[in-house]
């Protein structure tokens, strides 16, 4: 019997592992030196997180989850999102009582029960960011601009940022009438009626070419945000242009989730076709209230890491630098063994990436080895290595030798490691 991953599974395994792990880490990066903290989250969580967090009207809720119950005959979920979780986090440790904002980070798996193809799958990954408990709207400013220098860190150009303002409550409810008085002039079917008697908003996000005309003549939600909403996306737009990061806006973009007010924004990359949504998020000012907790808004990103990784290539770029495999290192026999990984535990100290030729092998087998696994250097471990604390360093590419003191090996080693990360 042969098994395979479940459909629509992503999985990274070497080499891709390292493009992955590379991608997050550029990603991650920005979100720490904005003095971010790691939030290391359930991957399941009581279903009514996600319906009341997520809302009932969204695909991911009504659609999308992985629900079972356990053993005690609890409804769980796999976290299909991560903002609900984090919010319940932050109400149930009680951080939304000290220091605000709070200011997290988190990363994983999430789980949609989605078609799969390029770019969407069942467990899929996020780098995500949450700003909780300030209404500042340059905290909107800082958490888009995480966003941009994360895909400045990997080189990324072809994307864009699509952002818009749903308003605050007052403002959201005047358009949520005014869109419903809109949408019943329409000739919907069941499904779309009972989705925005629900949710009306959600009808913009409807993709079918048929909605999409039909809703050329709505209105406009840019039009309903009362003076605070209006000044508040102002302020977001002059900080975006105080940094420099260019933007469009889209009176269309509600998002697929149903937590979002005011300041709403998308990163597109064209060049991924039909899932060309690379990252998106927005704020959130009714959720940690409608999950029990105090009435204090939010802002926050989820980045899709595999859809960053699929952009990269699409443009070209080299993700696939980690740090090179130093040196192999052979020991002669059974004997040297202990020796040779002291000596190899001394150089990973250093930070240099160092394997061995396991087992009982020939000296053969082990150049074998050694050639294989892709190292700039190796060398053997005999007796007579052992006793003159020298050893033959061989240039794996080149077939070069040198005579190197045991002493030396970590500075050479480590200079080698630099040049080739120069070129
Ligand atoms: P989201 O737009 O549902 O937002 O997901 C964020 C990103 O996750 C998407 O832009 C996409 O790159 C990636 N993604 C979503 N579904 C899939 C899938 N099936 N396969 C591959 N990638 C996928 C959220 O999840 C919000 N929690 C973001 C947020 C944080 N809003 C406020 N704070």
Known sequence: MKYQAPKGVKEYLPPASAQFERVREALLAPARLANYQLMELAIFEETEVFTRGVGESTDVVSKEMYTFTD?????????????????????????????????????????????????????????????????????????ISIATEGFANLGLRGF???????????????????????????????????????????????????????????????????????????????????LGIAYEIDPRLVRGLDYYTKTTFEFIHPQLGAQSGIGGGGRYDGLMESLGGQPLSGIGFGIGIDRVMLACQAEGIDISQEIPLACFIIPLAREWELEAFRIGAELRSVG??????FGDRSLKGGMKA????????????????????????????????????????ATLLGNAVKRSKGN
């Not at 700003?131 to 340059?138: H, T």
């Open 370 to 409: 050694a050639d294989k696994s892709g190292a700039t250097f190796a060398f053997v471990l005999g007796e007579r290595e052992s006793q003159s604390r020298t050893v033959e360093l061989k240039e794996l590419g080149t077939g070069q030798v040198q005579s190197v003191r045991l002493a030396d090996l």
């Open 352 to 357: 240099l990436r160092i394997d061995f030729a």
């Open 71 to 143: 053993r005690a005959d609890r409804s769980l979920t796999l976290r299909p999102e991560g903002t609900a979780g984090v919010m319940r986090a932050v109400i149930e440790s009680g951080m939304d009582r000290g220091q605000l904002p709070v200011k997290v980070f988190y990363n994983g798996p999430f789980f949609r029960a989605e078609r799969p193809q390029a770019g969407r799958y069942r467990q899929f990954y996020q780098v995500g960011i949450e700003a909780i408990g300030s209404d500042d709207p340059l905290v909107d400013v800082e958490v």
């Open 160 to 242: 864009k940022l699509v952002i818009n303002s749903l308003g605050d409550f007052e403002s959201r409810n005047a358009y949520r009438l005014e869109l419903s008085r809109f949408l019943s002039t329409l000739d919907l079917d069941e499904a779309t009626r009972e989705r925005a008697r629900i949710n009306p908003l959600r009808i913009l996000d409807d993709k079918r070419s048929e909605m999409i005309s039909a809703l050329a003549k709505a209105p406009n939600i840019l039009d309903s945000l009362n003076p605070q909403s209006r000044e508040d996306f102002s302020k977001v737009q002059q900080g975006l242009d105080a």
